[in-house]
């Protein structure tokens, strides 16, 4: 009787501190506790004190990541209990393994309460998903949601100003080819970590739309995000946005801004692709004598083989062979020449 006594006595004790404290505090000890035990009790008796959703979630994350049975029938019992709760109703759901039934509980949880943020945030979540597996597979994956686009639309009105609304805005006028609504939409869309999650499907947008200064403006922070996060190799982060931005230029005959790149960042032409591109790029301009000591050095770094560089050669022999380096350059194009050089 005493012990459990000490137990009840011990558990309110928590309650009372927990109530009292700054979450990021509580959270901080929580994280720091050794046993779970303790650890289980200190947010069971945080929960009541706090109606807000990010703390709910933050708890409700780490209960599940360590007991995601315990928490998922906490939550259920607790959604039971308070039926006319929209944010119990929404915990719950987020626990929910059956994408149908927690797609579908969100859809009603949207309906039920038009000015509940979370609902919205986890139907666009679901749908999002939804939406960017399908275009894989279905030529107008929009086709026939008219409903998800209407809940969708009355929470934008709702929460103008919120990213998920935005980035999914983005992926909806991408996809049916509105492509300055889309356009609008992303640059409206500040969250990093949204931005992170989409920046295949952003990169392609952009390449497609042939937009290089809203690229090259767009994205340097989001590839430095993605390196923060661990994500990208810092090293690898020029070449991550060269495979876009070359295109572009490419693409719009941007032969100035092409070659200034080139000259801004020399690593790339380590690479042999976008050596091909720097090649092309002096023969345009007839600089026949700076091309030949660039496939020379290509060579001679292993960028290029024998067999790429007969190639050139064979493309350009009437404008090269008048170069100061054209016999040794012919004789590294050969398969079984002595591939060393003075200027190694």
């Given at each position: 009787?005493?012990?459990h006594?000490?137990i ?8 009372l501190i927990a109530?009292g404290q700054n979450f990021?505090?509580?959270?901080e000890e ?6 779970w035990n303790?650890?289980?009790?200190k947010i069971?008796?945080?929960i ?8 709910l979630?933050?708890?409700q994350?780490?209960?599940e990541s360590?007991?995601p049975d ?7 019992s ?6 006319n709760s ?12 059956d994408?149908t039934?927690?797609?579908k509980?969100?859809?009603?949880l949207?309906r039920n ?8 945030r986890l ?15 279905i030529?107008?994956p929009l086709n026939?949601q008219e ?5 969708i639309d009355?929470?934008?009105?709702h929460?103008?100003d919120?990213?998920?609304?935005h ?7 991408r996809?049916?080819?509105?492509y300055?609504?889309?356009e609008?939409?992303?640059?409206l869309?500040?969250d990093r ?6 920046w295949?499907?952003?990169k392609y ?6 937009n290089?200064p809203?690229?090259s ?5 989001l ?16 070449f991550?946005?060269?495979?876009g931005y070359v295109?572009?230029?490419q693409?719009?005959?941007d032969?100035q801004s092409?070659?200034?790149?080139f000259?801004?960042?020399?690593v ?5 692709s976008?050596f091909d591109?720097?090649a092309?790029l002096?023969a345009?301009?007839e600089n ?7 496939l020379?050095?290509?060579?001679n770094k ?12 064979a493309?350009w022999?009437?404008n ?10 012919k ?5 079984n020449?002595?591939k060393?050089?003075p200027?190694?």
């Amino acid at each position: 009787m005493l012990k459990h006594l000490l137990i009840v006595v011990l558990f309110l004790l928590i309650f009372l501190i927990a109530e009292g404290q700054n979450f990021a505090q509580f959270k901080e000890e929580l994280l720091n506790t050794g046993d779970w035990n303790i650890a289980r009790q200190k947010i069971i008796a945080y929960i009541p004190t706090t109606n807000k959703v990010e703390e709910l979630r933050e708890l409700q994350s780490i209960w599940e990541s360590v007991e995601p049975d315990a928490c998922k029938q906490y939550f259920g019992s607790a959604a039971k209990n308070n039926p006319n709760s929209p944010v119990y109703q929404y915990l719950a759901l987020r626990l929910e393994e059956d994408e149908t039934l927690q797609i579908k509980g969100a859809e009603e949880l949207c309906r039920n309460y038009p000015d509940f943020y979370w609902g919205y945030r986890l139907y666009i979540v679901d749908v999002m998903a939804w939406l960017l597996n399908a275009e894989m597979e279905i030529p107008n994956p929009l086709n026939g949601q008219e409903l998800a686009l209407k809940i969708i639309d009355e929470g934008y009105k709702h929460f103008p100003d919120d990213d998920y609304f935005h980035i999914f805005q983005f992926h909806r006028y991408r996809l049916t080819k509105d492509y300055p609504q889309a356009e609008r939409e992303l640059k409206l869309t500040k969250d990093r970590n949204l931005l992170r999650a989409n920046w295949m499907h952003i990169k392609y947008f952009l390449v497609q739309e042939k937009n290089a200064p809203l690229y090259s403006s767009f994205m340097p922070p989001l590839l430095s995000e993605l390196i923060k996060s661990g994500q990208m190799a810092a090293a690898d982060s020029i070449f991550a946005f060269a495979e876009g931005y070359v295109g572009i230029l490419q693409e719009t005959e941007d032969w100035q801004s092409l070659e200034q790149f080139f000259a801004q960042n020399p690593v790339l032409l380590n690479s042999a692709s976008y050596f091909d591109v720097y090649a092309g790029l002096l023969a345009r301009k007839e600089n026949w004598n700076a091309l030949s000591n660039a496939l020379l050095s290509a060579f001679n770094k292993k960028v290029i083989d024998s067999e790429h560089l007969s190639q050139y050669l064979a493309i350009w022999e009437d404008n090269l062979c008048h170069q100061p380096y054209w016999q040794e350059l012919k004789q590294k194009a050969e398969p079984n020449s002595n591939k060393t050089s003075p200027h190694q």
